[in-house]
C-alpha cells in the first residue's frame, strides 16, 4: 500500500505538491485563486467544467466578506466552515484525497496554518436530463431513465423507495480514471454475503481506468469471461431496477454510464420487460408468451425449417407447403448463413449510419438485398421470409445481450443440422442445454427456476400474475425477508 501524504500546514507545500501533481501550470482546465482572509492566506482549487461557477463565486464572495464582519484571527478555521454555504463540507487529512475529491468536481480549500483542508461538493457535471430510453420503450409507464450523471440515476432510484435501509455506497475504482462506482441494495432485504462478495470482486478491480464503465466493470466480476450469453442484466429504467432492488438483488450504477447492472440474474430475467407490468395481468400474460414465442422462434426456426427441407418425409402432409419449393444456384444452408451475416451488416450500418440517412439505408435493404438477390438467384423466396421472422424474433427479446447470444445458438444449430440431420438437431439442443446449464451468475443458477426446477416460481415466469398474489421473494438470490408483504 502506498505512503499517503499529509495535509501541510505550510500552504506552499501544499501548492507545490499540487501543482507538481496536477500539472496547474499546464492543463488549463483546473482553477486555481488564492485569498487573504482574517490575514490567512487560503486558496481555492476547482475542476472547470465540472464545478458550478456561480456557486463558486458565491463562496469566494462569502469568504471575503468575512474580512468586513469578523476579526478573531484564531478560529479563522472555524469562521471558514461556518461560512461555507453548501449542504456537503467535509475535512480531508491526505493530499491524496484532497487530489481525489478535487478531480471528482469537487473544490478544495486549504488554509494555511491547518493541517487539514476543506472539501465541499458543488459539482456540476455536463450531462442530459433524464429521459425515455430508446431500448426499453413502454406504451403506458414512466419516461424518465438514468444519465451519465451517477448522482441523478441514484436519486432516480431514491425517488421510488423511500426506505431508510435502502444504503447506497460509493467506491472508487481505476488507479488513473478513479471512476465512481455505487453498490445499491436494502440493508433488511439484500443477502449479506451476496453484497460483501460484490464489494470485495469491485474493490478487487486493477485497472488504469474504466472508460467503458459498467460493461468494464462486469467483465471483472463476471466469471466466465468468454461466454456470450449475459451474466448482469442492464438497464436503463430507474422502475426496473427499484422492482430488482425489491426483490433482493443488488444495482451496480458506474458514472458515465446511462444503464446500470442488475445482479445476480437469470435467463430467464433477461426475457422480461416493463411493458408486461404496465398492463393489466391478462394482457401482460399475452405480452409475455408472445415475447417467448418469438425468443424460440429466433434461436430454433431457421435450423427447424431447413431440417424439414433436408428431410422431408418429417412434414406432414398438409404442412407440405413449408419445404422449399425451388433450389437456388447456392446451396440452402449458405444461403441462410449469408442471409444471416448480411442481417447484421444491415444492423451495423443502421448504427452508425447518420439517422437523416437510415430511410435511405432501409430502401437499399429492401430493393437490393431483397428483390433483386431473389431475381438473380441468390436467395430463394423461403430464406428470406424464414431469416426475417428469426430476425424480428431475436428484435423483441427484451435484452439486447441476450439477443446477439442466442444467435450463437442458432448457427450453432443450423451448421449440426447440415451436418448430421435429425441426430444433428437433436444433439445440437442437448448440448446447448447442458452449456447454459453450466453457468452461474454469481453463484446463482443460470437457468433457474427451469433448472433446478421449482414449480411455483416457473409459474411465475410463464404468467404475470397479479402483484396482490406475488408476495414472495426469489429464494434463490436467498433474501433475508422472503415476503413482500405481510402475510395475513
Given at each position: 500500500?502506498?505512503?499517503?501524504r499529509?495535509?501541510?500546514?505550510h500552504?506552499?507545500?501544499?501548492?507545490?505538491?499540487?501543482k507538481?501533481?496536477?500539472?496547474?501550470?499546464?492543463?488549463?482546465?483546473?482553477?486555481?485563486?488564492?485569498?487573504?482572509?482574517?490575514?490567512?492566506?487560503?486558496?481555492?482549487?476547482?475542476?472547470?467544467?465540472?464545478?458550478?461557477?456561480?456557486?463558486?463565486?458565491?463562496?469566494?464572495?462569502?469568504?471575503?466578506?468575512?474580512?468586513?464582519?469578523?476579526?478573531?484571527?484564531?478560529?479563522?478555521?472555524?469562521?471558514?466552515?461556518?461560512?461555507?454555504?453548501?449542504?456537503?463540507?467535509?475535512?480531508?487529512?491526505?493530499?491524496?484525497?484532497?487530489?481525489?475529491?478535487?478531480?471528482?468536481?469537487?473544490?478544495?480549500?486549504?488554509?494555511?496554518?491547518?493541517?487539514?483542508?476543506?472539501?465541499?461538493?458543488?459539482?456540476?457535471?455536463?450531462?442530459r436530463?433524464?429521459?425515455?430510453?430508446?431500448?426499453?420503450?413502454?406504451?403506458?409507464?414512466?419516461r424518465?431513465?438514468?444519465?451519465?450523471?451517477?448522482?441523478?440515476?441514484?436519486?432516480?432510484?431514491?425517488?421510488?423507495?423511500?426506505?431508510?435501509?435502502?444504503?447506497?455506497?460509493?467506491?472508487?475504482?481505476?488507479?488513473?480514471?478513479?471512476?465512481?462506482?455505487?453498490?445499491?441494495?436494502?440493508?433488511?432485504?439484500?443477502?449479506?454475503?451476496?453484497?460483501?462478495?460484490?464489494?470485495?470482486?469491485?474493490?478487487?478491480?486493477?485497472?488504469?481506468?474504466?472508460?467503458?464503465?459498467?460493461?468494464?466493470?462486469?467483465e471483472?466480476i463476471?466469471?466466465?469471461?468468454?461466454?456470450?450469453?449475459?451474466?448482469?442484466?442492464?438497464?436503463?429504467?430507474?422502475?426496473?431496477?427499484?422492482?430488482?432492488?425489491?426483490?433482493?438483488?443488488?444495482?451496480?450504477?458506474?458514472?458515465?454510464?446511462?444503464?446500470?447492472?442488475?445482479?445476480?440474474?437469470?435467463?430467464?430475467?433477461?426475457?422480461e420487460?416493463?411493458?408486461?407490468?404496465?398492463?393489466?395481468?391478462?394482457?401482460?400474460?399475452?405480452?409475455?408468451?408472445?415475447?417467448?414465442?418469438?425468443?424460440?422462434?429466433?434461436?430454433?426456426?431457421?435450423?427447424?425449417?431447413?431440417?424439414?427441407?433436408i428431410?422431408?418425409?418429417?412434414?406432414?402432409?398438409?404442412?407440405?407447403?413449408?419445404?422449399?419449393?425451388?433450389?437456388?444456384?447456392?446451396?440452402?444452408?449458405?444461403?441462410?448463413?449469408?442471409?444471416?451475416?448480411?442481417i447484421?451488416?444491415?444492423?451495423?450500418?443502421?448504427?452508425?449510419?447518420?439517422?437523416?440517412?437510415?430511410?435511405?439505408?432501409?430502401?437499399?435493404a429492401?430493393?437490393?438485398?431483397?428483390?433483386?438477390?431473389?431475381?438473380?438467384?441468390l436467395?430463394?423466396?423461403?430464406?428470406?421470409?424464414?431469416?426475417?421472422?428469426?430476425?424480428?424474433?431475436?428484435?423483441?427479446?427484451?435484452?439486447?445481450?441476450?439477443?446477439?447470444?442466442?444467435?450463437?445458438?442458432?448457427?450453432?444449430?443450423?451448421?449440426?443440422?447440415?451436418?448430421?440431420?435429425?441426430?444433428?438437431?437433436?444433439?445440437?439442443?442437448?448440448?446447448?442445454?447442458?452449456?447454459?446449464?453450466?453457468?452461474?451468475?454469481?453463484?446463482?443458477?443460470?437457468?433457474?427456476?427451469?433448472?433446478?426446477?421449482?414449480?411455483?416460481?416457473?409459474?411465475?415466469?410463464?404468467m404475470?400474475?397479479?402483484?396482490?398474489?406475488?408476495?414472495?421473494?426469489?429464494?434463490?438470490?436467498h433474501?433475508?425477508?422472503?415476503?413482500?408483504?405481510?402475510?395475513k
Amino acid at each position: 500500500m502506498k505512503n499517503l501524504r499529509s495535509v501541510s500546514k505550510h500552504l506552499k507545500d501544499n501548492e507545490v505538491y499540487i501543482k507538481d501533481k496536477v500539472g496547474i501550470d499546464v492543463t488549463f482546465d483546473v482553477g486555481f485563486r488564492e485569498l487573504l482572509i482574517l490575514e490567512e492566506k487560503i486558496q481555492l482549487y476547482f475542476v472547470n467544467g465540472l464545478v458550478d461557477d456561480s456557486t463558486i463565486a458565491e463562496i469566494i464572495k462569502v469568504l471575503v466578506g468575512i474580512n468586513d464582519h469578523e476579526n478573531n484571527r484564531e478560529k479563522v478555521k472555524s469562521i471558514i466552515h461556518n461560512r461555507l454555504v453548501n449542504l456537503q463540507v467535509e475535512n480531508v487529512s491526505t493530499m491524496d484525497e484532497a487530489i481525489d475529491q478535487l478531480l471528482s468536481g469537487l473544490i478544495t480549500i486549504f488554509i494555511d496554518g491547518e493541517d487539514q483542508a476543506f472539501v465541499v461538493d458543488i459539482r456540476h457535471s455536463p450531462g442530459r436530463t433524464p429521459e425515455e430510453p430508446d431500448t426499453e420503450r413502454v406504451v403506458r409507464g414512466a419516461r424518465d431513465g438514468f444519465t451519465e450523471n451517477i448522482i441523478d440515476s441514484v436519486a432516480l432510484m431514491r425517488r421510488r423507495i423511500r426506505d431508510v435501509r435502502l444504503r447506497n455506497e460509493m467506491l472508487k475504482v481505476g488507479e488513473r480514471s478513479k471512476t465512481d462506482v455505487c453498490i445499491s441494495y436494502i440493508k433488511d432485504i439484500a443477502d449479506e454475503d451476496l453484497v460483501k462478495l460484490t464489494k470485495e470482486k469491485i474493490t478487487a478491480i486493477e485497472v488504469d481506468g474504466i472508460t467503458m464503465a459498467d460493461k468494464t466493470v462486469e467483465e471483472f466480476i463476471v466469471e466466465n469471461k468468454w461466454n456470450p450469453f449475459p451474466l448482469v442484466r442492464y438497464t436503463e429504467r430507474p422502475d426496473v431496477a427499484a422492482h430488482h432492488l425489491l426483490e433482493g438483488r443488488i444495482i451496480i450504477t458506474v458514472d458515465t454510464s446511462p444503464s446500470v447492472i442488475i445482479l445476480p440474474t437469470t435467463y430467464f430475467d433477461h426475457l422480461e420487460h416493463a411493458e408486461e407490468f404496465r398492463q393489466t395481468p391478462a394482457v401482460g400474460t399475452f405480452i409475455r408468451w408472445i415475447r417467448f414465442f418469438a425468443v424460440l422462434s429466433s434461436l430454433f426456426l431457421l435450423p427447424l425449417w431447413f431440417l424439414f427441407v433436408i428431410e422431408p418425409s418429417l412434414l406432414p402432409e398438409q404442412l407440405s407447403f413449408i419445404g422449399l419449393k425451388e433450389e437456388g444456384n447456392i446451396p440452402t444452408v449458405v444461403q441462410i448463413i449469408l442471409a444471416v451475416v448480411g442481417i447484421e451488416f444491415l444492423r451495423m450500418a443502421a448504427i452508425h449510419t447518420p439517422t437523416p440517412l437510415a430511410t435511405a439505408l432501409g430502401l437499399i435493404a429492401a430493393v437490393l438485398i431483397g428483390q433483386i438477390a431473389v431475381d438473380v438467384g441468390l436467395f430463394s423466396p423461403e430464406v428470406i421470409l424464414y431469416v426475417s421472422i428469426s430476425t424480428i424474433g431475436s428484435y423483441v427479446t427484451p435484452s439486447h445481450e441476450l439477443s446477439v447470444a442466442n444467435k450463437f445458438i442458432n448457427i450453432f444449430l443450423l451448421i449440426l443440422t447440415a451436418l448430421f440431420g435429425v441426430s444433428g438437431f437433436m444433439i445440437g439442443i442437448t448440448i446447448s442445454l447442458f452449456f447454459l446449464v453450466h453457468f452461474t451468475s454469481i453463484k446463482t443458477p443460470y437457468l433457474w427456476p427451469f433448472l433446478p426446477f421449482n414449480a411455483k416460481a416457473l409459474l411465475f415466469t410463464v404468467m404475470r400474475i397479479p402483484v396482490p398474489y406475488s408476495n414472495a421473494r426469489p429464494h434463490i438470490i436467498h433474501p433475508k425477508n422472503v415476503y413482500r408483504q405481510p402475510i395475513k
